[in-house]
């Protein structure tokens, strides 16, 4: 296996990539939701509903929201099993996760946040009734290994879901790329003061697995009767799988 990983369109060494993802969150943290909220026109917003609507769960249930950042997918996870179920926040950014264990606080949530690597969950096997990653498999340097981790926490019956950006649709490919790589790298500069993280963002969107691609890794992963959903013309997919 090499020692090198992407990160945007460059090659970096494994070790590095965590460190320059870390340096991009921690630089976002503050504008992270306004900034979603600008580059989605507020569509991803209706993305997690839906991710959380194919979950299943419910009162009782056990959800673990890994890279779950600002808490978005927590908080509509956390509103679906209460009062009796459990969700845990974790993020491998300290920025981050701050931020989304303050929203929830302010929501009335008292949601454990736990800051951990998406490759190395501290978690006993068998835990979750379900394991959700939004807009973070990108960002990890392993995937194999944050899936296989997805599936050690599940318990039997249990789902993961991966909600992603992923391949969109050859009719709009073309206007899709220079709102990708015009739009919003300019956007990124004037609301979070920050250009380069805008356009690994979208470096990062072409690099990652495409539907089939993905998958495919869940299979191998363990996952079974995995399957994917796309929205908005395939510009994010929701990928959901299960432990039988």
Known sequence: MSDKTHFGYQQVPREEKARRVRGVFDSVAGRYDLM???MSIGMHRLWKRFAVELSGVGPGSRVLDVAGGTADLAQLFADRVAPTG???????NAAMLS???DRLFDHGRLVPAVQCDAEALPFASRTFDCVSIGFGLRNVTRKERALEEMRRVLRPGGAALILEFSRVAPPFQAAYDWYSFNVLPRLGKLVARDESSYRYLAESIRMHPDQGELKT?????GFERVE???LTAGVVAVHR????
């Not at 459990?86 to 491998?92: A, E, S």
């Not at 890794?217 to 992963?221: D, F, G, I, T, V």
């Open 36 to 38: 979603n909220d600008l």
């Open 86 to 92: 459990k969700v845990v926040l974790t993020d491998i």
């Open 99 to 101: 931020v989304g264990r």
């Open 217 to 221: 890794m869940m299979e191998a992963a």
């Open 228 to 230: 994917w959903f796309n």
């Open 241 to 244: 799988g299960y432990v039988l």
